[in-house]
């Protein structure tokens, strides 16, 4: 089962505003999502207006991408506080680490939307796609809804704030409102104190924007408790290349199951995966069955012939079917395995179609086309279609059909590509 994007209902939010509210290219968004699913989006950061990423395409060097998001000034923020604070469950929900989603209608209501909008998420990526977005842009819209379900207050950083502010500014207005319902407070010059917000002054508006907390008569303690952060820890750069394993003192005794070098390889291969995490967010692949795990490691021997043998020696895979796998899980990790072994089977007309009208549009006569079940091949390209309707790239090399590429949605683009 393809895997799904957000779990909360905040995250199924924002999936919702970017397939239907945000106006972006539906064919793209598709690809995206694929994309998002074979872990290709690295180092995903999330800040005040700006949302970066690195995305793994077809080429060695990944692509940047950025996706600017507008943010709210302060008096939009002193809107929504009010409306908040004139709801004490909103209050609650908020300092129980909740989003209600009545917070995000008041937030709405005083004219600061959290989800995107139309024109809302513009995004710019270092591939020479010219769509909005393109598939490595729309990947990273996706996996926002992985942060969104572990911190719903993403969403106010995003938009200009944290959830912290925002319960400063609630509890100075609420702290306010009290005052003024006890019989209101007075500066010095017998005037009425300003309400909280920028441009005001007093100690409410101090409170409200770091100064310091207030605390009123007959203010309960939920309204007077106040966390001060201290500066975020220093972010550690992490190491430009996997560490290397410290070399074995002696060997291992003759009637052990393991021979040193194998507990080097193990050693290295874990250092590899820990590095590929810290440094581009990879998944650790400690989930795959044995055959597919076998395709990785052989995958990471690829152009080293005496290593390749060693593997096919030890595992007793052949070296020619080790590669053909290897090809298949560099071009697309663990679907790809699965792509290539998936049995033959006859798909509905339409899909046949879809198929022959994609090599039509490509300048390809469909009579030339060869239709067996699900592969449809012409020359030394064969566009197979999965189960789950998603389209593969197989290409001749020598006897054996190898797959090329990620899975698309649509046939038409890996004919043309």
Not at 177 to 200: L, V
Not at 202 to 208: E, K
Not at 270 to 287: C, H, I, K, M, Y
Request: glycine residues 8%; charged residues 25%.
């Amino acid at each position: 089962m393809a895997r799904q994007f957000g779990a909360t209902w905040w995250g199924q939010a924002w999936i919702r505003a970017l397939e239907e509210r945000a106006h972006l290219d539906p064919n793209r968004l598709a690809r995206g999502r694929t994309y998002a699913r074979q872990d290709r989006v690295a180092r995903v950061e999330l800040e005040a207006g700006k949302i970066t990423a690195l995305v793994r395409g077809n080429r060695v060097l990944p692509y940047k991408v950025a996706i600017a998001v507008p943010t709210h000034n302060d008096a939009r923020w002193v809107d929504v506080a009010k409306a908040i604070a004139g709801r004490a469950a909103h209050a609650a929900a908020l300092l129980d680490g909740e989003l209600d989603p009545a917070v995000a209608e008041a937030a709405e209501a005083a004219g600061v939307p959290l989800f995107p909008g139309p024109g809302d998420l513009k995004p710019r990526c270092s591939c020479p796609d010219w769509a909005d977005p393109c598939k490595h842009a729309a990947a990273v819209a996706y996996l926002v809804a992985d942060a969104l379900d572990a911190d719903p207050f993403v969403l106010f950083a995003l938009r200009g704030t944290t959830r912290d502010e925002l319960m400063a500014l609630v509890r100075a207005q609420r702290a306010w409102e009290a005052q003024q319902a006890a019989g209101g407070s007075t500066d010095g010059d017998g005037s009425a104190a300003p309400p909280p917000g920028p441009g005001g002054s007093g100690p409410m508006v101090a409170a409200a924007f770091g100064g310091g907390a207030v605390v009123d008569p007959g203010m309960v303690a939920r309204e007077a408790w106040s966390r001060t952060l201290g500066p975020p820890p220093e972010r550690r750069e992490p190491p430009k290349e996997p560490g290397t394993p410290a070399t074995w003192p002696a060997d291992p005794p003759r009637d052990a199951p393991f021979t040193a070098a194998g507990l080097t390889d193990l050693a290295t291969d874990a250092a590899n995966r820990a590095w590929a995490q810290l440094a581009d967010g990879a998944s650790s692949q400690l989930d795959l069955d044995e055959p597919t795990d076998l395709a990785r490691h052989a995958a990471s021997r690829l152009g080293k012939l005496e290593s390749l043998l060693d593997l096919s020696r030890r595992s007793g895979v052949s070296s020619a079917q080790l590669t053909h796998q290897a090809l298949a899980w560099r071009s697309a990790g663990a679907e790809g395995i699965e792509a290539i072994e998936e049995a033959l089977w006859r798909p509905p007309p339409t899909v046949v179609n879809q198929a022959l009208d994609a090599f039509d549009q490509a300048g390809i006569d469909p009579d030339e086309v060869q239709v067996r079940s699900n592969r449809f091949t012409w020359a030394d390209i064969q566009l197979r279609v999965s189960a789950d309707l998603r389209w593969w790239r197989f290409e001749k090399r020598g006897r054996s059909w190898e797959l090329v590429e990620p899975p698309a949605d649509r046939p038409d683009e890996l004919v043309s590509s």
